[in-house]
């Protein structure tokens, strides 16, 4: 029997590891500021799920969410905030802005990851995003963002990754499936790369095209110049290793000035204030 599946529910399951990304802010907080990061804003925040996981996992934490699209924001309140204890509720604000302008007090920390700014393809426009986010961060403040590289991201290509059953925070169970990532498109005149998500399996109502995306695909050194620009006064980045035992990516973040010959890659960028 096949089981209809929330499309966000199997995009957390097969994207999001929020674990791996506060366990990476700590990291950069310890190296850089020397102090545990309190406040988090999450742009491009979806369902929220770094803000609600950010606030369950200390109770000094506080999270501010800033998305466009008020359809994910409500599911997020429905779906994910209504998973916290009133008190952690008091902690975390979902906004509906544009990060672009995003009004929210000064915060410690600034995340956008899975490569959501991508949605700008104009140096001015992504140099007016970082300038915001500049001005939005205490004095020590960083900005965490995340891109992929290396030749194989600028191919029409179609990558699948299996995903085990389980269930998200909610409780709501999802069967195993098929995460599939479609590099549809990709124009390299002007960087523009096209991709779409899909799921599908034997015991899921696939959906085709359940995501899509027009990025560019900026590249390290042109957020690097960008980010500098935008007054940062240094970026590190930290990619992963490689496990010549499993044939894959290590899951281990390093921070490193050299990362030489990977085909296909994930990094993180640390921009401090
Ligand atoms: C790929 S999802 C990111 C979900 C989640 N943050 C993650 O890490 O996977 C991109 C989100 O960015 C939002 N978005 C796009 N442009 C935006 C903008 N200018 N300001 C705020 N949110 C925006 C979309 O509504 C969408 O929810």
């Not at 500049?134 to 030749?151: A, E, H, I, N, T």
């Amino acid at each position: 029997m096949k089981h209809p599946v929330d499309p966000h529910v199997l995009y957390e399951a097969s994207v999001q590891g929020t674990d791996v990304d506060i366990a990476l802010f700590e990291k950069i907080f310890k190296r850089g500021p020397g102090r545990a990061p309190l406040t988090l804003r999450e742009d491009f925040c979806g369902t929220g799920l770094l803000a609600r996981d950010w606030v369950a996992s200390d109770s000094r934490r506080s999270a501010w969410g800033v998305d466009l699209h008020q359809p994910t924001l409500t599911w997020a309140r429905r779906h994910r905030l209504s998973t916290l204890p009133p008190e952690a509720l008091e902690r975390i604000h979902l906004l509906r802005q544009n990060v672009l302008h995003a009004r929210t007090p000064p915060v410690d920390l600034v995340a956008a990851l899975n490569f959501s700014y991508m949605i700008f393809r104009e140096r001015s426009t992504l140099l007016a995003y970082f300038t915001s986010v500049y001005r939005s961060l205490v004095d020590d403040g960083v900005f965490v963002l995340d891109l992929f590289g290396g030749p194989h991201a600028q191919q029409v290509m179609t990558e699948e990754k299996d995903i085990p059953a389980g269930e998200d925070v909610e409780g709501t169970p999802y069967p195993a499936f098929t995460y599939v990532w479609e590099q549809a498109r990709f124009n390299a005149v002007d960087q523009s790369i096209l991709c779409h998500i899909h799921f599908k399996g034997r015991h899921l109502v696939s959906q085709t095209k359940a995501f899509t995306y027009a990025w560019r695909l900026w590249s390290i050194t042109e957020l690097r110049d960008l980010l500098a620009e935008a007054g940062f006064r240094q970026t590190d980045s930290y990619f992963e290793g490689w496990s010549d035992a499993h044939g894959s990516a290590d899951g281990i973040l390093r921070r490193r000035t050299r990362y030489e010959g990977m085909d296909a890659w994930v990094a993180y960028l640390a921009a401090y204030r």
